[in-house]
């Protein structure tokens, strides 16, 4: 089993940053991949970014330039720096991480961030 624990959501003014972290702990298998995932009421989950423990990234299109993740391997944590927020950035955050062997996915409880106009 895997435990994820976001932190670092919170309100800031448009055109604004947060750092959201999330650390994972427990029977972490290689290879696997780290991601957030956001979903703002009424919308459905969409991916924001995502990192393997190879360093391989993706991004959403959408979020590219604005947003960066990054991974500390050794610590088990995955960042994401988001710059430039806007108001529709507003969402509940949640970290993810899947696993390969055997495919499973854990997910986080989330951390809202709240972009205020």
């Known amino acids: 089993q895997v435990q994820l624990v976001e932190s670092g959501g919170g309100l800031v003014q448009a055109g604004g940053s947060l750092r959201l972290s999330c650390a994972a702990s427990g029977s972490i298998l290689s290879p696997n991949v780290m991601g957030w995932y956001r979903q703002a009421p009424g919308k459905q989950r969409e991916l924001v970014a995502q990192?393997?423990?190879?360093?391989?990234?993706h991004y959403a299109d959408s979020l590219k330039g604005r947003f960066t993740i990054s991974r500390d391997t050794a610590k088990n944590t995955v960042y994401l720096q988001m710059n430039s927020l806007k108001p529709e950035d507003t969402a509940v955050y949640l970290c993810a991480m899947t696993t390969y062997f055997p495919r499973t996915d854990y997910w986080g409880q989330g951390t809202q961030v709240t972009v205020s106009s």
């Open positions: 990192i393997t423990d190879g360093g391989n990234l």
